[in-house]
């Protein structure tokens, strides 16, 4: 079962609000999530399930005929996940990958490639580009540790991991690996080969504040390195 979390997308991706209104913000998160889907739904190799209470997702799920668990609750991506595990598991899943609404540039390639590394029992871990988040998991059987996700989730999910005495895949992929958080991302998946709806997107926001944006990438690049 591949389950993704959506929370609500009208209060997505704060930390661009320097940069980006709100409505700018959600119209991203929704093509962000759109493209996501498209790459699920090119796979088709798995059941797909969106853990939500988001109009638009939910009525992007229905377009997929994708499965909904109820997520009314909106608190967390781990407090959904670990809601949709424990369904999953009291349904026998034998597997389950989570995939965020938020790594636009995966293709169903990446999610291939996943499955081909997975272990009969153990997990995949496939990390964020600077190696800080956990950008998708695999987990075989689908409560062998529980996720907890955030900026700094990688390390403890491979720690957890390896507790379990299961085989652990670590496993790097380069679309899969730019999540969308800040200005810089938001750059890199502008100038990425592609022609995908938050891509385009992000050339648009990007060509209306540039000068913005260039400062703002500046004052973060200063700031890591002191």
């Known amino acids: 079962m591949i389950l993704i979390p ?7 991706k704060q930390r661009l609000s320097m940069l980006l209104d709100a409505s700018a913000r959600t119209q991203l998160a929704q093509a962000m999530l759109s493209d996501v889907l498209e790459a699920v739904a090119e796979f088709g ?6 853990v939500t209470s988001d109009p638009f997702a939910l009525d992007l799920a229905g377009q997929h005929r994708f499965e909904i668990i109820r997520d009314d609750a909106n608190v967390s991506e781990s ?3 670990e809601m949709a595990t424990e369904m999953c598991v009291s349904r026998g899943v034998e597997c389950t990958l989570v995939i ?4 636009p540039l995966i293709a169903a390639d990446d999610i291939r490639a996943i499955y081909q590394h997975a272990p009969a029992k ?5 990390p964020s580009s600077d190696k800080r988040g956990s950008n998708a998991v695999l987990r075989r059987p689908p ?3 529980p996720l907890r996700f955030g900026n700094d989730s990688f390390m403890p999910h491979l720690a957890s991991a390896i507790a379990t005495n299961a085989s652990c895949v670590v496993l790097s992929l380069s679309r899969v ?11 890199q998946l502008a100038q990425a080969a592609g022609e995908k709806q938050s891509q385009l997107l992000a050339r648009e926001f990007l060509r209306m504040s540039r000068p913005l944006v260039l400062e703002k ?3 973060s690049q200063l700031a890591a390195k002191s």
């Open 143 to 145: 409560a062998l540790f």
């Open 79 to 81: 407090d959904a996940i």
């Open 122 to 126: 153990g997990s995949v871990l496939v």
């Open 100 to 103: 965020p609404a938020d790594i």
């Open 45 to 50: 190799q798995d059941d797909v399930s969106l």
């Open 6 to 12: 959506v929370k609500n997308l009208r209060n997505a």
């Open 217 to 219: 990438i500046q004052n």
């Open 177 to 187: 690996g730019l999540d969308i958080d800040t200005p810089e991302d938001l750059q």
